[in-house]
């Protein structure tokens, strides 16, 4: 019987965005957001922490292909993402207010969607979003 692992991978990408939603006023955005409100917007070196877990594969030694995991969190996030600005390059966000939070839950689409699809070994369990040295967000997966 193989033995049940967890494995994590990390990956860094740098966005901008503008915290701010267009329904609600001036003065409300600027209360809830603050700086972050910024109307010419501010950046991010985000840090994606993925966690695969299941069984260590008898034939493989690992619980995923860290290749075919890398392939994937590259297409489905490094590629939309980096060095892009978050309100004006990624659809999603572009009704949506690109919170670290909000990011996190696109990325867990993304990445679930493609991992239902490609039908990896393991599974994908929890993701982790840091946004600075002292905010980060964790989604774990259903």
Request: charged content about 25%; proline content about 4%.
């Amino acid at each position: 019987m193989a033995a049940n692992a967890h494995l994590t991978r990390c990956y860094d990408f740098c966005a901008s965005h503008r915290l701010h939603d267009g329904r609600m006023s001036e003065e409300d955005n600027q209360r809830i957001y603050g700086k972050c409100n910024n109307p010419w917007g501010h950046g991010h070196n985000y840090r994606l922490e993925v966690t695969v877990a299941g069984p260590v594969s008898e034939s493989t030694g690992m619980v995923v292909n860290i290749t075919d995991l890398d392939r994937v969190v590259m297409a489905e996030v490094i590629e939309p993402f980096d060095h892009r600005n978050l309100n004006t390059d990624v659809a999603s966000f572009r009704e949506r207010v690109p919170t670290s939070e909000n990011l996190l839950l696109e990325i867990a689409t993304r990445l679930s969607q493609r991992w239902a699809r490609e039908g990896f070994d393991g599974k994908l369990e929890k993701l982790r979003l840091q946004e600075t040295g002292k905010n980060f967000f964790e989604y774990h997966l259903p």
